[in-house]
């Protein structure tokens, strides 16, 4: 660590009504280095974010850039002084250009006139583009750009105003695998440049990629730092969350029962072909593949949100019509999806309503709500959840991303199903609450309930699965029991090179 430190925190607090959300916690960021802050959701890092971007101003402590005190009393100063944060959620003008936004604020000015500068800026923006390698117009309107383009943009317009701290806050989220590989080469081109990346993320394999040094935060308080390179990733999580690796996928070892769900020979014309599979009571079946392999569309199909075009399902050996998802909660099916916002959870309405939804019906009699068995449904499964909430009235969008999830497994248990296809479970949830999902899995599991998990998180996949289905564009390359799958095995499966005999032509039953 012999790079000159361009920030350095020194015994920051902040307190809020009742809460110490910073606890004399110290940070250094130096030139030419990824600086991982890592830690659970609620461990501080989003606070400290915002006192380096100047929304936010410390109670207690001292920040130093170049060795030199500064206060920032508003976003306009820390960017002034060299500070940007890339967000999760671009915030963008969509119906501008590139060059517009990149300059948004901070206009150039031609010499002596009160005008601006267009060609200056499109000049600008366009070097700054072909620096970092990345293959945008200038005058492209920015609705026409996908997501990690537009994160492209923000970066750029990060660096026209001279960064020197750029600050990304869970920036590969919805990125594909080739689009993290050019984030990444784009960071690596401004450590060249002497400027300090502070990288925010809940996934160790991209701490490990990308960063140089780290320091994690727990409740508030400042935990360690060190170097990636000599730390273990069950350091890490004891350090996060002061628990050890191993209690992060608390996996029951159980005898799988009948076969619950039998697919075979699934198909949609584009989408995925040939899908063919079992999965048995008590059983966790792991589906893995990287962005575009079809696994989501193949969930869907199953609960019959998306049609299919060819294959039989079986339930419990019986052949089933699944048309609509009413069709598959009426078998025994439940389904969380990956977008719990968008698709999981009507984020507006209370944790009450969201979990009684799919069973309203079975709670009213002649047309009228049994507003007590509403509430006593609601008690059990949002305690059985341990869904942190002020009341059952609370709305879904007030909770934290972690008990966002719990209402919307809380919603599909309440149907009491035979059958979970849980698609992404623990994706944007922090390590701690991961466990708490991991652990929930495995007794559903022993309850005898047959899951099928999405992830594509192998870890996860490895850590939790009895058997696990590879795919690849839409078809199965593999299939593994738990005692043979590795990590490099599933990763070539998951790139269409199987490394087992016949690959996806055997069945792991």
């Known amino acids: 660590m012999g790079q000159a430190t361009l920030l350095e925190l020194r015994g920051i607090s902040k307190h809020f009504p009742g809460i110490r959300a910073l606890d004399r916690v110290d940070f250094k960021a130096r030139a030419g280095e990824v600086h991982a802050l890592i830690g659970e959701n609620g461990a501080g890092k989003s606070t400290l974010v915002k006192i380096l971007t100047g929304i936010y101003q410390p109670g207690e402590g001292q920040m130093l850039l170049e060795g030199k005190p500064v206060v920032f009393p508003s976003p306009h100063e820390s960017q002034a002084a060299g500070i940007s944060a890339i967000h999760q959620e671009a915030t963008m003008f969509l119906e501008l250009t590139v060059t517009e936004n990149v300059f948004m604020g901070h206009h150039l000015l031609r010499s002596g006139l009160a005008l601006v500068d267009w060609a200056g800026m499109e000049k600008r923006t366009k070097a700054l583009l072909d620096d970092l390698e990345i293959r945008i ?3 492209a309107k920015v609705k026409n750009l996908s997501f990690a383009e537009r994160q492209m943009v923000e970066i750029v317009k990060a660096l026209s105003i001279n960064t020197k701290i750029v600050i990304m806050d869970e920036p590969t989220s919805a990125l594909t695998l080739s689009e993290v590989e050019h984030l990444y080469r784009i960071i690596r081109l401004l450590k060249e440049q002497g400027k300090a990346v502070i990288f925010i993320s809940h996934k160790f394999e991209e701490i490990y990629q990308i960063a140089d040094c780290y320091t994690v935060l727990r409740d508030g308080r400042y935990i360690g730092e060190g170097l990636v390179a000599t730390s273990t990733v069950g350091e ?4 996060m ?5 191993n209690q992060l996928f608390p996996k029951n070892e159980l005898v799988p029962g009948e076969v619950a769900l039998s697919v075979v020979g699934l198909g949609r014309s584009g989408f995925f072909r040939d899908i063919t599979f079992q999965v048995r009571r008590g059983e966790i079946l792991g589906f893995f593949g990287l962005v575009g392999a079809g696994r989501s569309e193949v969930m869907r199909a199953i609960f019959g949100v998306d049609r299919r075009d060819e294959g039989t399902i079986e339930i419990a050996g019986k052949a089933v019509n699944i048309r609509r998802p009413s069709d598959a909660l009426a078998a025994g099916i439940a389904f969380v999806p990956e977008d719990r916002q968008l698709q999981g959870a009507m984020i507006q309405m209370s944790i009450r309503e969201n979990t009684t939804l799919p069973v309203i019906d079975s709670l009213s009699d002649r047309g009228f709500l049994n507003r007590r068995n509403e509430e006593a449904l609601v008690e059990r499964y949002g305690t059985l959840m341990q869904i942190k909430a002020s009341s059952w009235e609370q709305a879904v ?3 934290s991303g972690g008990n966002q999830q ?7 248990l309440a149907t009491e199903p035979k059958i979970l296809i849980l698609d992404e479970p623990t994706k944007g949830i922090d390590v701690g609450t991961k466990a708490e999902v991991h652990r929930f899995i495995s007794q559903l599991a022993a309850d005898g309930i047959a899951i099928v998990l999405v992830s594509s998180e192998l870890p ?3 850590g939790m699965s009895d058997a696990i289905v590879v795919m690849h564009e839409g078809r199965i390359t593999d299939r593994l029991t738990r005692a043979d799958a590795t990590t490099e095995k599933v990763i070539l499966a998951a790139t269409g090179r199987p490394s087992t005999p016949g690959g996806p032509g055997e069945r792991h039953d």
Request: proline share 4%; no cysteine; glycine share 4%.
């Open 137 to 139: 117009s200038p005058r």
């Open 397 to 399: 969008n007030n909770l």
């Open 406 to 412: 719990k209402v919307v497994l809380a919603k599909w």
């Open 241 to 245: 969350v002061g628990r050890s690796l």
């Open 460 to 462: 996860e996949i490895l």
């Open 236 to 239: 890490l999580v004891q350090m």
